[in-house]
């Protein structure tokens, strides 16, 4: 029987349509039990219809407080009751309740070798602050914002004629490899969350997560 997850979107959905991807080819074991958007013309709930996936849109703006909108988005989630909760591009903050709701069973992807560069505009200030790598982690969610314990990182080298949409097309490209098999493992048990921390076959991974290069030996 197959994984049950949830993907949560507010663009394009490229990273949801890796998901589809690998389990319609069946190298994903998991079932997209639906997909919701804080956006109505997001992209990826065009992806889903495709896959005959179930779509919801909550509008964000519709709602008086971050709490009131964290609570409705919480109950839809949770009448698929999904093992796994999936963050595909889904540009909110979520409340400390929310967080802590899901703990241990939501993952993000964020597009920098994490702890450097939480928050936005990831590439363009890995170019301004001279790194010679950039890239992407998988983590799990945390109340702190791009915080949680990481799980799987993929870095490419930064050339010297490299620009934010440059540097950002070569992360996409890590994102829809690393973020299937981050789903794949935590739906095979590979993946668990204890005490803040993630393990990988029952070992306690380093801050920096799993090294994709490290993955493939």
């Known amino acids: ?13 490229s990273n949801l349509q890796a998901l589809i991807d690998q389990s319609l080819q069946g190298q994903l074991n ?3 039990s639906a997909v919701i958007s804080n956006k109505a013309d997001a ?4 992806r889903a219809k495709q896959a005959a996936i179930p779509t919801h849109t909550l509008d964000h703006k519709l709602f008086e407080s971050r ?7 919480q109950k839809i989630i949770d009448q698929y009751s999904p ?3 999936v963050l595909a591009g889904f540009m909110r903050i979520l409340t400390e309740s929310f967080a802590r709701h899901y703990e241990g069973r939501m993952l993000n992807i964020h597009p920098s070798l994490l702890p450097k560069f939480k928050g936005l505009d990831t590439h363009q ?4 602050a001279n790194e010679k790598e950039h890239g992407v982690s998988v983590h799990f969610v945390s109340a702190e914002l791009d915080a949680g314990a990481v799980i799987i ?16 097309n070569k992360v996409h490209t890590l994102e829809h490899i690393i973020y299937p098999l981050a789903v794949k493992w935590f739906s095979e048990d590979r993946i668990t969350f204890h005490d ?3 393990s990988f076959d029952q070992t306690v991974l380093p801050e920096s997560g799993i090294r994709y290069n490290e993955a493939l030996k």
């Open 153 to 168: 990182q993929a870095s490419t080298e930064i050339s010297s004629n490299d620009t934010a949409e440059s540097l950002g």
């Open 67 to 73: 709490e009131a909108f964290d609570a409705e988005l």
């Open 196 to 198: 803040g921390k993630a």
């Open 1 to 13: 029987m197959s994984f049950p997850i949830v993907v949560l979107i507010s663009g394009s959905g």
């Open 83 to 85: 093992k796994l909760v």
């Open 30 to 32: 998991v079932n997209i």
């Open 43 to 46: 992209y990826g709930l065009e």
């Open 125 to 128: 200030r890995a170019i301004e």
